[in-house]
Nanobody, 120 residues
Framework: EVQLQASGGGSVQTGGSLRLSCAASGFTFDDLAIVWFRQAPGKAREGISCIKPSDGLTWYEDTVKGRFTVASDNAKNTVYLQMNNLTPDDTAVYYC?????????????WGQGTQVTVSS
């Protein structure tokens, strides 16, 4: 019953914006963290943002800090990643991960991923 579904990816030009959604089911937001990861072809998986919905704790990797904003709608069990000022370096498959320990680290609970492509 535990499910995560990332959506909202697409293709944009440099400088454009996208809003990704991560819909979670089978979880309580009491103590978990939702972590956004991305993986570009030929590169390692990279954690880029995290939120603890119960208290609003957020974290951003340096390359996206100031451009990306993570937020939660707790009533909808949904986390959003607003991505602004996108560059080709942001091209990747984006995943959301639920960490039931409330840590901004990988866990076994992954969404399917959504493709983001940024063209020059």
């Amino acid at each position: 019953e535990v499910q995560l579904q990332a959506s909202g990816g697409g293709s944009v030009q440099t400088g454009g914006s996208l809003r990704l959604s991560c819909a979670a089911s089978g979880f309580t937001f009491d103590d978990l963290a939702i972590v956004w990861f991305r993986q570009a072809p030929g590169k390692a998986r990279e954690g880029i943002s995290c939120i603890k919905p119960s208290d609003g704790l957020t974290w951003y990797e340096d390359t996206v800090k100031g451009r990306f904003t993570v937020a939660s709608d707790n009533a909808k069990n949904t986390v959003y990643l607003q991505m602004n000022n996108l560059t080709p370096d942001d091209t990747a498959v984006y995943y959301c991960v639920a960490n039931p320990l409330g840590l901004c680290l990988e866990s076994d609970y992954w969404g399917q991923g959504t493709q983001v492509t940024v063209s020059s």
